[in-house]
């Protein structure tokens, strides 16, 4: 793992039973990464990147596997965190609202076009939405040219052509609601607990994509379509991946995409980020539906970038790191009497610009002790 110039931050989660209370110290360091030759990683030659004058970026290759096929995604760096408090959970909202009617697709009948020519929503036609971006996914068949270029129309329909149709608009309601209500689960309200603190009460810990129910019940029709003026070209991309011609796709790019407008004037686009304070944390608590201890260990840091040379041999470190530590607490859970149910130790992204090494651990009351010592022996 890369050498860090600023302090590690490190937080500790317990969800304990009643009347257990360990202790854990940790000891902060501050090191100096060595200066070395940065080499920035070359772009792969086989991907044609452009720009159209609008600001809509796209990126193209062709790739034979699997024959006939390709997948196209339309990114939007539009997520949560750009909610304002009469917004919460709008994001996800009008990614849900791209799938209920577009200019050329009214109310179900994209959905019902894509599904009869073989596509599978929620398998192969799917979207997400997170704090900073929007996805939408669409693999599509390559011997059927009319199906693939209106494969495109839909992706540019998504980008600033979804109807948001009032009727639309409250049907959707209750479907984003009973998703919440699926989740309201132990998990659920200990994050709710914990996320502020690991987030140190950055506003990422005040915008969880799935919002809130005051929001989701009441708000206005207009305010979910003034959310949408974020969907603009110099905030969006488009991926194409597959078995195609690059450069009739570039045409085709160009041709469909180039008419899209940023408002004016276009709101700045803000950079929000979680900023470490370098104070170690402690916080437990409780929950009926949580029968067994957890114990959750999280060292935070800036985020390691992919840029240079250097940085990809750490990244392969990392990632070599993680099966090796995943391989040994396996192993340590199938020798007799394991003093642990399950444990885990990685390094990873945690959120926004935050990565982690995360370790947890889920132990029996009574040997909880001695599995925190064994797992941070490893």
Known sequence: MKTQS????IFLFAILISGLQPVVAFAKSKTKAANKISIVLPVDTAVKIGKLPNGFTYYIRHNEEPKNRVTIYLVNKVGSILETEEQCGLAHFLEHMAFNGTK???????????QKSGVKFGGDLN?????????????LPTDNPELLKNGFQIMRDWAQDATLDSIEIEKERGVILEEKRLNSNAQQRLRDQFFPIITNNSRYSKRLPIGTDEVLTGFKHTTLRDFYKWYRPNLQALVVVGNIDVAETEKTIEAMFSDLKNPVPAPEHPEYKILLN??????STTDKEVQMPTIQMLGKF??????TREDYKQNISRTLLNFIMSERFSDLSKQPNSPY?????????????IDAFSTSIVAESSKLENAVKTVWTE
Do not use: R
Not at 104 to 114: A, D, I, R, T, W
Not at 127 to 139: G, I, R, W
Not at 278 to 283: E, T
């Open 127 to 139: 979207a997400f939405t997170s704090f900073d971006e929007t996805v939408y996914q669409l693999p």
């Open 104 to 114: 050329h697709f009214p109310k179900n009948e994209l959905v019902s076009y894509l």
């Open 302 to 307: 800036e985020k390691e970038k992919l840029v």
């Open 6 to 9: 600023k302090s590690i931050q």
């Open 341 to 353: 149910v399950q444990a885990g130790s990685s390094v990873s992204g945690l959120v926004a610009n």
């Open 278 to 283: 370098g104070k170690n944390q402690f916080y």
